[in-house]
């Protein structure tokens, strides 16, 4: 039968069989450095959720991919998805004329119009104008394409997330049929969308002149974002009525209007450079003025 063997020092004995079995109950990681465990977590929450900073500069854009593309636009990448993350965005800088394929989105995309103005068509709905600070809501699986009117350039910001590592699927090309189809607001038939001004002044004689006007002057340097367009056009008229250009100026006085500076406002700026450019290429520019922009 079991039998219990007492100590001759049952007390003593009993003192140490208590504080062995607490030894063993006690964690091993306990015995290491003062507050390593608690450094250690802080550590590896931090880790969790640290933040970083993607500089512009460690960002390189690329020249969109002609296989699903038409015409020149460039990609500004921003962020790229990190498991369990899964969006990613980009700015897309279309040149006059620039779209890109059919395709659709496993997930939809959200697009925002930051400079320009541009279009987007729906399969099987008419082409539909869109400008800058419009958001454009894609849903999942819907096909459609989107970029730049033939006469103005536009960048937007892309934003899709990935389902199984893709965020798009390619489809057809656009064609020149379809891209010209634009419903105008006023009127049911389609019409077509007109060349460029560069297209129609050089096109045919000096057509990579007109291609670098627009995809350069009018796509990379007039789409800088460092000024509203309403300013560089103050400063391009500006420009043109020093230089006495007034066939330039013709052009550029409508777009003035268009981007917001007023009548009012361009005859003042006229008459503070006559006295810096001089009275003739003031009287000029007023000249071509009163051709171009309507009375009031």
Do not use: C
């Not at 062995?20 to 802080?42: M, N, Q, T």
């Not at 406002?265 to 006229?270: D, I, P, T």
């Amino acid at each position: 039968m079991p039998s219990i063997q007492r100590s001759k020092e049952p007390g003593k004995v009993s003192i140490m069989k208590t504080s062995l079995l607490l030894l063993l109950l006690i964690p091993i990681a306990s015995f290491a450095e003062p507050g390593s465990s608690v450094r250690e977590a802080s550590a590896n929450h931090d880790q969790a959720v640290a933040a970083v900073i993607s500089r512009s500069t460690m960002r390189t854009p690329y020249e969109a991919p002609a296989e699903h593309f038409t015409g020149k636009a460039r990609v500004a990448p921003l962020l790229s998805p990190t498991a369990p993350a899964r969006a990613s965005a980009a700015y897309v800088i279309f040149t006059p004329g620039a779209r890109t394929d059919w395709h659709t989105h496993p997930l939809g995309q959200t697009l925002v119009v930051t400079e320009g103005s541009g279009l987007i068509q729906f399969w099987g709905s008419p082409i539909q104008r869109i400008e800058r600070g419009d958001v454009v809501t894609i849903p999942p699986g819907q096909k459609h394409w989107h970029g730049a009117s033939a006469t103005a350039a536009m960048t937007h910001l892309a934003i899709q997330e990935q389902l199984d590592g893709k965020s798009v699927d390619w489809l057809e090309k656009v064609t020149d049929t379809q891209y010209r189809n634009v419903q105008t607001p006023k009127a049911s038939a389609t019409a077509a969308v007109q060349p460029s001004r560069a297209q129609q002044l050089m096109g045919d004689f000096a057509p990579k002149l007109a291609e670098l006007t627009d995809s350069v002057l009018f796509g990379e340097i007039w789409e800088r974002p460092g000024l509203s367009k309403r300013d560089r056009s103050l400063v391009t008229v500006s420009a043109l009525v020093a230089m006495n250009r007034p066939e330039q100026l013709r052009s550029h006085l409508a777009l003035a209007i268009q981007n917001g500076l007023t009548r009012d406002e361009l005859a003042e700026a006229m008459t503070h450079l006559a006295f810096y450019s001089g009275w003739p290429s003031a009287v000029s520019a007023i000249s071509v003025a009163k051709e171009v922009l309507p009375a009031k």
